[in-house]
């Protein structure tokens, strides 16, 4: 069973508009960590944020904020005012105390298109 | 600067013909790993390490070795590549398993023939 789902696998949006990615995450673990990561046309990875299990505050950084709800089980990115640099491919990652091999799960990731 | 350092970028290779990518890393990092990333299934752990002479296998090891005799570097190798294995690979190391930041090198886009 996929342990991160992020359902939109492309999203298409006009400059300045908001967009929302999802991600549903599964896990038996108390204590977890989440992450998102962004891969622009270029191809490295870049780290966006990562929150803990027991911290459910949302969190803003300027056109970006993120809001984890444990009840949903989802850790949803929202970009405010998109830009055409927001381009890129968005991965959404799960890290568990209770894995024994220390790894990142990671989504599939949602290819973002911001057109001008 | 803190940086993750993979070579080749692109690579090339016919079937059978081993090969070695390298991974090395200027942040004192103790835990890296190699992924593999393949359309529509995000990135998959191939190995890590969490320190030197510590390595161990990830989701998808079939057909890699890994060495770690120095905490910097972290080679994959590919003994006898198959198509199966071309794929986009990354290097992270983190100062942590499970609950840090890791850093990415740039990917190194592996063809096999």
């Known amino acids: 069973a996929q342990k991160v789902t992020q359902a939109q696998t492309e999203i298409s949006v006009v400059e300045k508009e908001d967009v929302t990615l999802d991600c549903v995450y599964e896990?038996?673990?108390?204590?977890?960590?989440l992450f998102w990561y962004k891969q622009p046309p270029s191809g490295e990875l870049v780290f966006l944020i990562r929150?803990?299990?027991?911290d459910e505050q949302n969190e803003i950084s300027g056109r970006y904020s993120w809001n984890f709800q444990k009840s949903t089980s989802s850790f949803n990115f929202t970009i405010t005012a998109s830009q055409v640099v927001d381009s890129a491919v968005y991965f959404c990652a799960l890290s568990e105390a209770l894995r024994s091999n220390y790894q990142l799960i990671w989504g599939a990731g949602t290819k973002l298109i911001i057109k001008p | 600067e803190a940086q993750v350092t993979q070579n080749p970028r692109y690579l090339i290779t016919v079937t059978g013909k081993k090969l070695t990518v390298t991974c090395s890393q200027n942040m004192n990092h103790e835990y890296m790993s190699w992924y593999r990333q393949d359309p529509g299934l995000g990135l998959r752990q191939i190995y890590y390490?969490?320190?030197?002479?510590?390595?161990d296998k990830g989701d998808v090891p079939e057909g890699y070795k890994v060495s770690r005799k120095e905490k910097r570097n972290f080679p994959l190798i590919l003994e006898s590549p198959s198509p199966n294995q071309t794929s986009l690979y990354f290097c992270a190391s983190s100062r942590g398993p499970m609950n840090t930041e890791a850093f990415f090198g740039q990917g190194t886009r592996l063809t096999v023939v």
């Open positions: 896990t038996r673990d108390t204590t977890y960590y």
């Open positions: 929150r803990n299990s027991f």
């Open positions: 390490s969490m320190n030197v002479e510590v390595t």
